[in-house]
């Protein structure tokens, strides 16, 4: 097994006999975390130690918070092949990847799978090392919480777009049973919460699908936004979010200077179902 997957925030790296491929490139500089807390410098260190380069960047999709520090990884390693599907809008990308596309690096094999839903961009892919069952989900699982009925993330939703493909994707990542799991954000998960984190979001799309035809088919001359924020409450409710922190998140700016974190990450998806619902 060359897969040792490092890293601790949005930016994870495998050392093989090749060379050091990268996935995503996380924001840890763009955010302005200090060296010692910073997965760049990390992965620096754990190039010098090694003694090999980055030869490979992977991309999961190309939302900030993946992406951010690309231009630092490449000024550091300036031959490394940034690796995307062809949809990302990542200017620096030298190769695009298309869904079942194979990659080996020393004696590493890579699976590219195409598994939009999340991204209004639809470039998201997944990563799969065959040999040791591990993959690279990119933001694809958001449980938001152990199970359907309890909820401990920021939102009783997960951010997506696409309820349909997000739908298809999930399924395709539970039929390949990962026995390790690492999501965007940082998580390293073992088989049976991979399995779990990926089972809570696909029952959660579901479930909010199957609200908005519910909804519309009871208020069809309420206005989409009247049905999406219904959907929402009924979700957390069941969710146990709690109205108070729902009617919070509503209000909540994580970045002062655009719209509100339920308008920017959860209407998106509550919007798809009512639209799908119509
Ligand atoms: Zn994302």
Redesign the pocket.
């Known amino acids: 097994m060359t897969a040792i997957v490092q890293g601790h925030h949005y930016l994870s790296w495998i050392i093989t006999a090749g060379g050091i491929v990268a996935v995503d490139t996380g924001w840890d500089l763009y955010r302005g975390l200090p060296d010692e807390e910073s997965d760049f410098f990390a992965l620096a260190q754990a190039s010098e130690l090694a003694r090999l380069p980055l030869t490979h960047i992977l991309l999961t999709?190309d939302?900030i918070?993946?992406t951010a520090d690309l231009s630092a990884l490449l000024q550091r390693w300036p031959q490394a092949t940034v690796m995307a599907h062809a949809n990302s809008s990542v200017a620096a990308v030298g190769e695009t990847l298309a869904d079942g596309d194979r990659l080996r690096v020393g004696d590493l094999t890579i699976v590219a799978y195409h598994t939009p839903g999340?991204?209004a961009q639809g470039d998201e892919l997944s990563f799969w090392l065959p040999d040791e069952r591990f993959l690279f989900c990119?933001?694809l699982a958001q449980p938001q919480g152990p199970s359907y009925g309890y909820t401990n993330g920021p939102s009783p939703v997960p951010?997506f777009v696409d309820g349909e493909a997000y739908q298809r994707s999930l399924a395709r990542l539970i039929a390949l049973d990962p026995q390790q799991m690492r999501t965007?954000h940082g998580n390293l998960l073992g088989p049976e919460q991979s399995r779990q984190w990926l089972r809570v979001t696909l029952a959660t799309v579901q479930r909010i699908e199957a609200l908005a035809f519910e909804l519309v088919a009871r208020y069809p001359t309420r206005s989409d936004d009247w049905l999406i924020e219904a959907i929402y409450d009924q979700i957390a409710d069941e969710r146990a979010f709690g109205l108070r922190r729902a009617n919070q998140r509503k209000r909540q700016r994580s970045f002062p200077e655009r719209d509100t974190d339920y308008a920017l990450f959860d209407v998106p998806g509550l919007r798809w179902a009512v639209e799908a619902a119509r």
């Open positions: 999709h939302h918070d993946h999340h991204s990119g933001d951010f965007g």
